[in-house]
């Protein structure tokens, strides 16, 4: 009864009662499984669970009566996050070749002891029984990825690490962190103070419109998603999307400005000035303290829908243009993508872009995010570029989950239940076996226009991310829209009882 749905399952008879008197066992050959150890005793020592387990370490025989991490040797590199669970009535054992693998192991355990307690009324349980059963797992994806817009609503540590305990417990395996946009800058960069001392604040002072992470705030989240193996991803979107950066630095718009931090959604014209070499020095000054804050191979650059009426009527981006023989405005993008690249490079970095870039001529070696559908990403993968599929017809979790009217989300967009998710496919057919192999995987786009609270945005994704999870992690033939509704049920008192859940939850 594991969401996503593992490669293999067999149930047998029987449970194993995991109590105080367990253990957490740690085979001693080296100390990384220790903070897999760690992780578990976090999960069942916090409510509802109040079963602090001891950790031992053990070098011949694991200890009786315990939940044994056992790592195993590896003839080969590329491992992944393949794991095995076995719960008998005698003990637990998790193994796997690495860390990661050991934590979806951990996962899929806290989720099996999760629907017991689901129908349970009591905060502080003692005692829990796991039935027993064997699973082989691994992933058919490694870009199962969530995002989050931090920008138009704030949301303070704590809520990210609500969000990401959820990605974890569904396997993602990728936080892409949405920090920048019109309507507020929210990480803080030494070199450009007034980013977030003018660029985070929006003047309306309405509930969660201003806030900016610090980099304390940062490293602090970056180690809890490690602890989760999960990869943080910021983005920082240019050259659009930076009316924040121009309230703060109006002298690098083409117009001087003046600009505040946007209070409305949708396009906004006003964006960096490519002509004006300050810009540069802006983004690349501030991309090296985003590259020394986040761990990442990949930082998102943003790209998409950057409007050129103020370059067309900038002196210095038409002399850019002429200098550089541009052929027009979308070629002015192109270079600035290209240079941004080339800085990236420097950092050793990769960068990640909305597809709109693929159209300026995306450099090699960068990964494209398809959204405005699937064929930006499909022309992609056929160049030979990296992919990951997250269109707006199936992975938009800012939309509604269905047609009724009383249904919270974007007004504009077609609604996208439950079923649409699951029916999510991210290898259309029309790609070849070689062209399919670029396509990393997906993920969902959580625009918080709309979500002024944490708790909104848990009603937008729940249970929608736990259908793209199965999409993402599990093999295609292991997809089962029925059995995935009977595994849903029994996570449902839990899910409800801990966060706000979408009624279609209970039916479509
Ligand atoms: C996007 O939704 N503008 C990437
Ligand atoms: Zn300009």
């Given at each position: 009864m594991i969401i996503p749905n593992p490669s293999t399952t067999k149930p047998s008879a029987g449970s194993f009662a995991l109590n105080r008197e367990c253990v957490i066992g740690v085979m001693d050959d080296g100390n990384a499984e220790a903070r897999v150890g760690e992780y578990l005793h976090g999960l069942f020592a916090q409510s509802p669970f109040e079963i602090p387990l001891d950790i031992t370490h053990f070098a011949g025989d694991a200890p009786n009566r315990s939940i044994r991490l056992l790592k195993k040797p590896s003839d080969h590199a590329d491992i992944g996050e393949q794991h095995e669970l076995a719960v008998t009535t005698d003990g637990i054992t998790i193994s796997a070749h690495n860390d990661a693998g050991l934590t979806r192991g951990i996962q899929s355990l806290y989720q099996l002891a999760l629907q017991q307690v689901g129908?349970?009324?009591?905060?502080?349980?003692k005692e829990i029984r796991i039935p027993a059963i064997q699973v082989t797992d691994k992933p058919r994806f490694g870009w199962r990825g969530m995002h989050l817009d931090v920008s138009r609503h704030f949301f303070p540590v704590n809520d990210i690490k609500r969000y990401l305990d959820l990605l974890a417990l569904f396997k993602f395996n990728v936080f892409h962190w949405h920090l920048t946009d019109d309507q507020g800058w929210r990480v803080q960069i030494d070199a450009f103070a007034?980013?977030?001392?003018?660029?985070?604040?929006?003047?309306?002072?309405?509930?969660?419109g201003s806030g900016f992470y610090t980099k304390k705030d940062i490293r602090e989240v970056i180690e809890y998603a490690k602890l989760r193996h999960i990869e943080v991803i910021p983005e920082i979107d240019l050259?659009?999307?930076t009316q924040a950066v121009l309230a703060a630095y109006p002298e690098l718009s083409c117009t001087g400005g003046p600009f505040d931090v946007s209070q409305t959604s949708g396009i906004h014209k006003d964006v960096l000035c490519v002509g004006n070499e300050d810009t540069f020095k802006f983004v690349t000054g501030m991309l090296d303290e985003i590259a020394e804050l986040f761990e990442s191979q990949y930082i998102h650059l943003g790209g998409d829908e950057c409007p050129t009426d103020r370059w067309k009527e900038c002196k210095k981006c038409q002399k850019r243009m002429a200098d550089e023989k541009l052929k027009d405005e979308t070629g002015l993008q192109g270079y600035f993508t290209t240079r941004m690249v080339q800085h990236l490079e420097k950092l050793n970095r990769v960068g990640v872009f909305w597809d709109e870039v693929l159209e300026l001529g995306l450099p090699a070696g960068n990964v494209l995010m398809s959204w405005r559908g699937m064929d930006h990403g499909i022309n992609a993968a056929k160049q030979g570029h990296r992919v990951v599929m997250s269109p707006h017809s199936h992975c938009y979790f800012d939309f509604k989950h269905s047609k009724d009217p009383s249904d919270h989300g974007a007004t504009w967009a077609d609604p996208i239940s439950l079923k649409e998710v699951y029916d999510f496919e991210p290898i259309p057919a029309i790609l070849d076996a070689k062209a399919a192999k670029n396509v990393l995987g997906g993920q969902a786009n959580v625009w918080t226009e709309?979500?002024?609270d944490f708790a909104t945005v848990e009603s937008m994704i729940l249970p929608r991310m736990c259908a793209l999870s199965e999409v993402l992690w599990s093999d295609a033939k292991d997809r089962n829209w029925p059995d995935f509704r009977k595994r849903l049920a029994a996570l449902t008192p839990w899910l409800e009882k801990n966060h706000n859940v979408h009624k279609c939850i209970h039916g479509d």
């Open positions: 129908l349970i009324d009591s905060t502080s349980i007034k980013l977030t001392e003018i660029g985070a604040k929006r003047a309306d002072n309405k509930p969660s050259p659009g999307h709309r979500m002024p």
